[in-house]
């Protein structure tokens, strides 16, 4: 029994050992494949970079200063769907978590951008290029608000242009020859009396341009409030008498020659507003129940329909009164 068990293992390990080159001689084809697909891949995708225009204006920062704001502005990019952000010769180097921190999850932007010792490197690329500037410049280049200038790039990125946007660094803005090399300059209508922005500011202002510049419809929100149908004139003449009722047994209609002046003014107020018929609803619910309370029931003591003997202060008053006619 032994022997056939000694025979068995030994014809085993042979075996193994003669499947061994074949799966591993199949593993480096197929890790061959993998390769030679994802080259393939990567070549197609670099293929049809130089192809396709970019999606959106690059974003250029300038010597920035702080991984802070450059995070902001990740993040600004990212809220209007700009992934391409370029730096020029960083303060703090890169990559920068506080960067990352700051950009609140727009990762894709951060891990995407490159960085350019100059920039002239940063912008020998692109076929227009956006200045921003908070102070007037002695030089010939057209100067635009972010409206003109988002519409301009939609209209260049359509044509197949690549574009970029120039942002200075955080305390002085661009040099006179650093606005030289875009084509033309951007700026803000802000106060003349205080006229900087914050890099993450002004990226967000010429973001919201751009994204804005894209749409069939500027005026256009992601969601907008319910359909609701408008209330009927009878809903509404129900409204009417009903709270008319209300303030009758109320005592509101002081002097009494004064009520068709009032009940007017009422119902002019009530009709401005172009009630729909769910608004209707609620308004007569909240008249409803405080109509229904009184000095026996005031507020706080519960729902007016509730039985007094479960309500602690109206028991007691309701007692009280008991003693005094009996006495």
């Known amino acids: 029994m032994a022997a056939q068990t000694a025979i068995r293992a030994s014809g085993l390990a042979h075996g193994i050992r003669r ?55 990740a993040r600004a990019m990212a809220n209007f769907g700009l992934s391409e952000l370029r730096l020029v010769n960083p303060r703090d180097g890169w990559p920068s978590e506080k960067a990352r921190a700051a950009a609140s999850r727009a990762d894709h932007v951060i891990d995407a951008a490159t960085v350019y010792d100059d920039l002239a490197s940063a912008v020998a690329d692109l076929n227009f290029v956006f200045a921003t500037t908070a102070r007037a410049r002695d030089n010939f280049k057209p100067v635009h608000g972010p409206v003109e200038a988002g519409r301009a790039l939609r209209a260049r990125q359509r044509s197949g242009q690549r574009t970029g946007i120039l942002f200075g660094r955080e305390r002085f803005g661009l040099y006179n020859d650093e606005v030289g090399l875009a084509d033309e300059i951007v700026t803000f209508p802000v106060d003349p009396a205080f006229s900087s922005l914050n890099i993450a500011q002004a990226a967000l202002l010429m973001s919201y341009e751009w994204v804005k510049s ?53 119902r002019a107020v009530l009709t401005r507003a172009g009630f729909a018929e769910p608004e209707l609803k609620v308004l007569r619910g909240i008249i409803s129940s405080l109509d229904r309370f009184s000095p026996a029931m005031p507020r706080g003591d519960g729902s007016p329909g509730d039985d007094p003997r479960r309500l602690p202060a109206a028991a007691a008053r309701a007692d009280k009164a008991t003693d005094k006619d009996q006495a």
């Open 214 to 266: 894209g749409l069939e419809d500027e005026t256009k929100t992601n969601f907008s409030s319910p359909d609701m149908m408008p209330a009927t004139k009878e809903q509404l003449h129900g409204l009417f008498a009903y709270l008319e009722g209300a303030l009758e047994a109320r005592g509101y209609f002081r002097p009494a020659p004064k009520k068709p002046k009032m009940v007017d003014n009422l």
């Open 19 to 73: 499947c061994l080159p074949k799966l591993h001689f199949r593993g480096r084809i197929w890790q061959r494949t993998l390769k030679c697909r994802k080259q393939q891949f990567i070549e197609t995708m670099q293929a049809s970079n130089d192809i396709l225009p970019a999606t959106g204006p690059a974003i250029i920062l300038v010597e920035p200063q702080l991984g802070e704001n450059i995070g902001m502005v």
